[in-house]
């Protein structure tokens, strides 16, 4: 049987660093500043509560 | 169907945000990204069509692409699927109440073990991971059953099935410890996904109709207790066990990243995963691969209109409580701040490197 695939060692093996969830500047920097704007927008928008419910009501109705 | 102006705001925007496109094809850009940050993708493939024989096998057929992708790509780390898409929940279901079957409902089943057999036996041959999902406690008991005779089947080698278990139900810590014990019994190596639970409601209203206790912890704590007592269960049999934490919970990770470091456990070791959906928790996926750990993505797929029910669950938990914005929103506030003041900060350097000059 040959040793699978996934138990190879991945090639991102990094030096262990801390973590810390509130580190935005990692957690976002797969996003251009156009992307992250679209993005705030997204969730400024579900933030709403009487927006998701009418958004929803219509989209259910089309 | 939705009409074309709708169909492309929602297009651009929440589907793009929470799903990987329509087709498997269409998730490459997805894929891509995410590999970029060493994460990695698992395709789950999110359409529940009509309950016919047809649609089950047409799911099979999908599920098996996805297997074969994850074969072709290592930035595809697991594959999934749901019982449910392949079997009608009333089987299932009488199945796991003991009722006689009737030469047709054991015709059916046999179909719905060939079809199980099908994705396990492909993933196993193409050395692929595949989840299993769970769902209602009324048709677990049947999903766990198929499941373990698959990981006696395929996983006395590599750990290629994977049961999933929701800790909000009581039963789930005393499940896993009997799946262990029956995996160390017959010598195959058992994979965990530890999830919350997604059912709740479901739950409640039919135990509540038809009169008998309720399946689901008292309490939030009480399901957070449950996730990290399973938690330390796994690091006390992870000879055997794989585990991913499928979770939005901080606390969940943090606890596993501190155990692991506690244990000597490297942060890349293959029997551990952490997995968020895509669109939401980045912080806790970009942070974690950051830091050198396996992580993967639900990136759920399909045509807009199947999707929409799975974008409606995703809008309705990112809506404030009681006047509280939503962690994501929070955070990406934070970030639209940083970048807006390092941009300052970048220009007055600049300015005053000028007057320097």
């Known amino acids: 049987m040959p040793k699978m695939d996934i138990l190879k060692a991945p090639s991102h093996q990094q030096q262990e660093k801390t973590i810390s969830f509130d580190d935005t500047s990692v957690a976002f920097a797969n996003q251009s500043n156009w992307q992250l704007k679209k993005t705030f927008f997204i969730f400024a928008a579900m933030n709403r509560n009487w927006l998701v419910k009418i958004g929803t009501f219509f989209i259910k109705l089309f | 169907m939705l009409k074309f102006p709708i169909k492309g705001a929602i297009k651009n925007t929440i589907f793009e945000h929470f799903c990987g496109g329509e087709t498997i094809e269409g998730c490459n850009e997805t894929i891509k990204q995410l590999d970029a940050a060493h994460i990695g993708t698992i395709l789950d493939y999110s359409v529940e069509g009509e309950e016919s024989e047809e649609s089950f096998d047409h799911t099979v057929e999908e599920i098996l ?39 047709e409902d054991q015709a059916a089943y046999a179909r719905v073990k060939q079809r199980m057999n099908t994705l396990c036996k492909a993933a196993h041959d193409l050395h692929v991971r595949i ?6 406690t009324w048709i677990q008991d049947t999903i766990d059953t198929l499941t373990y005779e698959m990981m006696d089947l395929y996983n006395h080698q590599e750990c290629i099935v994977w049961n999933t278990y929701q800790m909000y139900r009581t039963e789930s810590y005393s499940n896993l410890v009997k799946a262990t014990e029956t995996a160390r019994k017959k010598g195959y190596e058992l994979g965990i996904k530890l999830v919350r639970g997604a059912y709740m409601e479901r739950e409640r209203q ?19 207790q449950a996730y990290n007592k399973a938690l330390q269960y796994f ?26 470091k506690e244990m000597g456990i490297a942060a890349d070791d293959q029997h551990f995963w952490f997995a968020q959906l895509l669109g939401m928790s980045d912080n806790i996926s970009f942070n974690l691969s950051h830091a050198g750990y396996n992580v993967a993505k639900y990136v759920p797929y399909g045509p807009i209109e199947a999707v929409m029910p799975y974008l409606f669950r995703r ?5 404030s409580v009681a006047g509280q914005a939503s962690r994501e929103f929070t955070l990406l506030k934070k970030e639209v701040r940083r970048r807006k003041r390092a941009v300052r900060q970048d220009l007055c350097k600049s300015k005053k490197a000028a007057q320097k000059a």
């Open chain 2, 65 to 103: 692409l996805t297997i074969k992708k994850a074969a072709e790509s290592p930035a595809v780390p697991f594959s999934v699927f749901k019982v449910t898409g392949i079997a009608t929940l009333e089987l299932l279901e009488k199945v796991q109440s003991g009722r006689e079957l009737t030469a």
């Open chain 2, 131 to 136: 989840f299993v999902d769970a769902e209602e």
């Open chain 2, 315 to 319: 809008a309705a938990e990112n809506t």
């Open chain 2, 235 to 260: 690091l006390d049999n992870h000879d055997i066990l794989s585990i991913c934490l499928g979770t939005h919970n901080e606390y969940s990770c943090l606890l596993m990243v501190q155990k692991m």
């Open chain 2, 206 to 224: 039919r135990a509540h109709e038809m009169e008998y206790s309720d399946p689901i912890h008292a309490t939030k704590e009480d399901t957070d």
